[in-house]
């Protein structure tokens, strides 16, 4: 990139005239601009009763979705402060996996309190400061909310069911799906921790959703190589290969010339003798099911069909890794090496077809340690947005299960945050005070927020949810069906992991505090 230096106090203009350059107030209300004007965006997606989004690409692909860093990712967004609030959402996602429309729309009520306070002439550093101060006091007010209670199952219910609220979740209701993740993330987790990574989301399209179950173990997109082949195999022996079965078609074409009768033979004799060579050594290392990355050729199949051995060939290298990881299956490259150690094990392997597609369920035993959230619905739109869903619900779940910690949701806990940073704020001298106070007032847009997407007046909801909060303690603007009513979110059931919360906090005002401390834009052509 271009830039101006100064040397021995001569300016030396290192800049090409193609650069465009902002400063001073310029570059930092262009981009706050930016910043607000995507978080608002998300707007209206936030709670229960969050509207979806339908995306349409260049390409006329279409995504409907409700999950904040979803839209953000999809609106493919150029300019770089923006881009900043899609990593707002991004890095929440990553950590705690919910709360990204929240962090965004608190992201870019930062901003918007901060374009405020420098008309009012507060220095860019001073509102860094007083952010930064802010948001330390809102990580103590999250403390002071989380729960007494140990984390025990029906809160966890209540976590995955409060992050499902409000999402597609076709004909299934948040609260029975609530059971099935609970129950995954009980599979995963020991007293230590929990292994996120051992639950899988596969989707299929076809069915209603009331279809959605757990099934103990995993699932491939895979045929049987070979019509013939059992479509089930119990106390399975399972080999997993990167080995080709089949004759190099790069050896026949180069390496045969052939010009007799008996050359020909000769090579088909010879192929002949490999492809039973392959078939015989598969069938007596003792594996009853073989999943290679490579093709099988179809008289090794049939062979291997005949010895009553099921074969998957052409396996996704992510999709041999999961069986090799969830049957405990060491993966072979050369057929030489295959003992019985490489083998996996699982209770039962077996394939149905679902509509066109045929699956390959490997389940029980070793492969148990896995647990998949085998996702029904009608529809690839329907499915999908299960899919983000209960991806969401099973990453608050693993997060409350682990910290123990839960907060009350609704809005409770934003306005228990924002009204201990004004009660400290009066302690503070000079005018980083307004920006403190500015960080409290941006923390509202939550509540606010709630309120305005449940068709209530958010001035009004605010102001009766201060008041509950100061007689109470814990407020929230809870919704229940059609029923919209201040009171403790606990009673209620819905609560969220105060990760989500401190990581909102934290993500929202590192990226606030650095968009609004630039001055200087310079960009290349
Ligand atoms: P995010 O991407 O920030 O997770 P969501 O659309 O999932 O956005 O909304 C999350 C917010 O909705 C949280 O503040 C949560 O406490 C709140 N919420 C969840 N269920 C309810 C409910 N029944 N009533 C009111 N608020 C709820
Ligand atoms: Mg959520």
Do not use: C, W
């Not at 509207?51 to 390409?59: A, E, F, N, P």
């Not at 279409?62 to 967004?77: C, F, K, W, Y």
């Not at 010895?307 to 030489?336: H, K, M, N, P």
């Not at 949810?465 to 009513?485: C, F, K, M, P, Q």
Request: proline share 2%; net charge negative.
């Amino acid at each position: 990139m271009a830039q101006q230096r100064r040397m021995g106090g001569q300016p030396m203009f290192i800049l090409s005239e193609d650069s465009q350059r902002t400063q001073g107030r310029d570059a930092q209300s262009s981009n706050i601009m930016a910043g607000k004007a995507v978080a608002e965006s998300v707007r209206t997606t936030l709670g229960p009763r969050g509207m979806d989004k339908m995306l349409v690409d260049s390409g006329g692909d279409v995504v409907i979705t409700n999950d904040g860093a979803t839209i953000l990712n999809e609106m493919d967004i150029e300019h770089p402060a923006a881009q900043m609030i899609v990593e707002v959402a991004d890095s929440q996602e990553e950590e705690v996996g919910d709360g990204t429309t929240t962090a965004a729309v608190l992201a870019g009520n930062l901003l918007g309190e901060a374009e405020d306070l420098i008309e009012q002439d507060v220095h860019a550093t001073t509102i860094v400061e007083g952010y930064h101060e802010a948001a330390e006091i809102a990580l103590e007010a999250i403390a002071e909310q989380v729960n007494e209670a140990d984390v025990d199952d029906e809160i966890l219910r209540q976590v995955a069911e409060s992050s499902m609220t409000g999402k597609g979740t076709g004909g299934l209701t948040a609260e029975s799906l609530a059971e099935t993740v609970v129950e995954a993330i009980r599979h995963v987790a020991t007293d230590d921790d929990v292994a996120r990574d051992n639950v899988t989301v596969h989707t299929q399209v076809g069915a209603s959703s009331n279809a959605t179950e757990l099934v103990p173990g995993i699932i491939v997109d895979e045929e049987p190589a070979h019509d013939g082949m059992p479509s089930e195999v119990e106390d399975a022996s399972i080999a997993v290969l990167d080995v080709e079965l089949d004759v190099r078609t790069g050896d026949v074409d180069a390496e045969y010339a052939i010009d007799s009768i008996d050359q020909l033979n000769a090579a088909i004799d010879a192929e002949e003798g490999e492809l039973q060579g392959y078939a015989e050594t598969v069938a007596d290392s003792g594996a009853d099911v073989v999943f290679t990355t490579e093709d099988v050729a179809d008289r090794v199949a049939t062979a291997l069909a005949n010895e009553g051995i099921l074969v998957f060939e052409g396996l996704g290298d992510s999709d041999a890794r999961q069986v090799a990881s969830a049957t405990g299956a060491r993966r072979v490259g050369d057929l030489e090496d295959l003992e019985t150690d490489d083998f996996g094990s699982a209770d039962r392997i077996h394939t149905e077809a679902f509509g066109g597609d045929d699956l390959a369920f490997v389940e029980g035993g070793a492969a148990a340690e896995t647990v998949t959230v085998f996702v029904r619905g009608g529809t690839e739109h329907v499915v999908d947005e299960l899919e983000r869903a209960i991806g969401d619900a099973l990453d608050v779940v693993a997060t409350a299960l682990e910290s123990g910690e839960v907060v009350p949701g609704a809005g409770a806990t934003e306005i228990a945050i924002a009204d201990k940073i004004r009660e400290e704020a009066a302690g503070i001298e000079g005018r980083k005070q307004l920006a403190v106070t500015a960080f409290a007032d941006a923390v509202d847009i939550v509540p606010r927020t709630l309120a305005s997407n449940t068709g209530r007046d958010p001035i009004d909801a605010l102001v009766d949810l201060r008041a509950a909060h100061e007689s109470e303690g814990r407020a929230g603007l809870i919704t229940n069906g059609d029923e919209v009513t201040i009171d403790d979110p606990f009673e209620h059931g819905v609560v969220d992991p105060a990760d989500v919360k401190r990581e909102a906090v934290e993500s929202a005002t590192e990226a606030a505090t650095m968009i609004v401390r630039i001055d200087d834009v310079i960009a290349a052509e």
